[in-house]
């Protein structure tokens, strides 16, 4: 995740708040490397799920990687009966469009959610059912 953090791609994480929230996280690796991972938090409210620090790393990018990754969310988000899920983000933003994410407003955030959204970092909101 550092390469991303350090592009301003993903918010920075402490290694406690890693540790701490581990279970949130969806880790594809290959060969014992590491190479894509995406936290995916409860927001007690709604039975929406936030994506968080999704990352694939490039030399691993446009393999199809992040789909096999979107694939392991959705399968997360419906077990743990999550209605919809959403991402808050800056970049790849056609990605979410053409993986069926629709793009919403900060209104349509859970409203705890709504009160931690950084207004100077502008992310784009992006929000998908789970069937």
């Known amino acids: 995740m550092k390469p991303f953090v350090e592009q301003g791609k993903i918010l920075p994480r402490s290694k406690q708040e890693i540790e701490r929230n581990i279970n949130d996280f969806i880790l594809l690796f290959d060969d014992n490397q590491l190479l894509a991972c995406a936290g995916l938090k409860d927001c007690q409210e709604g039975s929406m799920g936030e994506i968080y620090s999704l990352a694939v790393a490039k030399n691993a ?63 784009s909101i992006f929000f998908k059912e789970i069937v």
């Open 61 to 123: 990018q446009n393999t199809g990687l992040s789909n096999e990754l979107l694939s392991k969310i959705l399968a997360n988000a419906k077990q743990r009966k999550f209605s919809k899920i959403f991402a808050l983000t800056k970049f790849g933003t056609d990605w979410f469009v053409k993986n069926g994410f629709i793009q919403m407003k900060i209104s349509d955030l859970p409203v705890k959610r709504q009160r931690y959204f950084n207004h100077d970092r502008n992310s």
